[in-house]
């Protein structure tokens, strides 16, 4: 029998502090309920004519593809759209949008660049709202890393992350209040002209400070990593900011994460793993790398033991089958 909070029925997703950190851990084990589930060869029916509109306005992998199975593995629908696709935002506003999806879809994950629109969307749909990517935060994102965590190394607490790289992106700014909300102590190394937003940081020190661990910036990443259990990074270059891509190099060269830096945790015959939200320029042969050679990771670390990114992709799927679920199915169905 699959167990989840009551609570979280009828609920929406804009960013981390849209749950409580009890309904945080809640939904991160309801996923891997559904992970057991389907690799027990379970296919349900929790979203049985459940239908889920996908509005993209950035071109997706993970987030996409999860999203589609997900609800077809429990008997729900995926209608995938992008801007040339319906009038959003164009010949009709989001809010009119919203309000005419909201009655045709049952719930509405978006993918686009201003939190504002997801945040419109949620106020004027009348059905469940996840945010699965904009440029501030990446929420659905950061319950896969915590579940790959948890399974990895059988428990959140007494973990370090490390996230390396861009402090002030959207990645990094959901990464850094769901470890507070987890109770994972947390650091950012990054370089000064890219610490995280003093308002987004001490929003985050808060909830750690009640949780009982702390959050740390270093502009020296060796310094930083020292004791980490986790190295994370992500793009230099977030979509949207093509045009800084010679200058984020430059920056960011410093904190690549080789196979030194990961010595520099002291727990490389340890508990120690490496994450990433993908894509990755790990290599030598994509249109970015071909004359740069690997950017935020190297193939090394890449391709290590470390390496658990191919278990985190999977569980974008899981996580977010948990927040479909939870908020679309009614539990007298079970």
Known sequence: MLTW????????????????????????????????????????????????ALIFEKSSTRTRNSSIIA???????AEYLTRPDIHFGKKESVKDTARVLGRIYDGILFRGFRQSTVEELAKWSGVPVWNGLTDDYHPTQIFADLLTVKETFGSLRDCTVAYVGDGRNNVANSL????AKAGVRYVCCTPKELWPDEAVLAEAEAV?????VDIR???????????????YTDVWVSMGEEAKTAERIKMLRPYQINMDL?????????KLMFLHCLPAFHDFNTEVTKDS?????????????????????ENRMHTIKALFVSALCDRAAL
């Open 208 to 212: 750690a400070k009640r949780n009982g």
């Open 71 to 77: 609800a077809r593995d429990e008997g729900g629908g």
């Open 5 to 52: 909070m009551p609570e979280l029925k009828g609920r929406s997703l804009m960013r981390m502090t849209s749950f409580t950190d009890e309904e945080m851990m809640n939904l991160i084990d309801l996923a891997a309920q559904l992970k057991a589930r389907r690799a027990a060869g379970i296919r349900g029916d929790l979203l049985h004519r459940k239908n889920i």
């Open 262 to 270: 990961m010595k520099a945790t002291g727990n490389l015959d340890g």
């Open 176 to 179: 850094m209040m769901g470890c």
């Open 217 to 231: 910036v270093f502009s020296d990443p060796k310094k930083g990593v020292k004791g980490a259990n986790v190295l």
């Open 293 to 313: 050679g690997a950017l935020e990771v190297t193939d090394e670390v890449f391709e290590s033991k470390y390496s658990k990114v191919f278990d985190e992709s």
